[in-house]
């Protein structure tokens, strides 16, 4: 027998449904099939451009579309993004957020549910875990072994095999024009204009370049 001491959180909402009143359920229900319909749209729309990328397997036409619909304006643009990389990337639930500006470099990427991306963003190879946020002019890197140089010191071309997935953990934040090349644990918080180069942990503040644990979040 459940002790009477427990709260029966399936009764409570039980409760709080009963309590609902019909126009607000009615109002609820509206707001939902709006949002479905404009997700179906927007991936009919967006299909023909994920079929022509091979749904992310070509890299140059992968980009140029991305680089396309990156433009969209307004919360429709939000919508066509979405439904876009929801056909092109490893994983991008339509019920996530990509603002304008804001593309994928790689078709590389696994974005969980409830992610949002600002405006302006440049994202390569990553993980973002569950209800992240990432604030608008922040970059991903996939490593920041990108660049060698030979033995003049000239710069080389970029190796794609030396890209590496980097791992964002649920519930972060990456504040405002934050550079990340390395992972960062889940529930931590990275500072605006910070630039992580080392792992951070989880359940921290980090900020400054290079990066550096401040505190830990409470």
Known sequence: MISSS??????EQR???ASASPASMMRGMARRLAKRAAQMISVTLMLPLAALSGFGRFAMIFQLFAHTVALAPGLPGDYLRVAYYFMTLTKCPLHSRVSFGSFFAQSSVTIEKDVYIGAYCVIAGCHVGERTQIGSHAQIFGGGNQHARDGSGRLLPADPRAF????IGEDCWIGASATVMANVGLGSTIGAGAVVTRAIPSHVIAAGVPARVIRERT
């Open 15 to 17: 409760q709080q449904i």
């Open 164 to 167: 590496s997935t980097i791992s």
């Open 6 to 11: 427990i709260p029966d959180y399936r009764s």
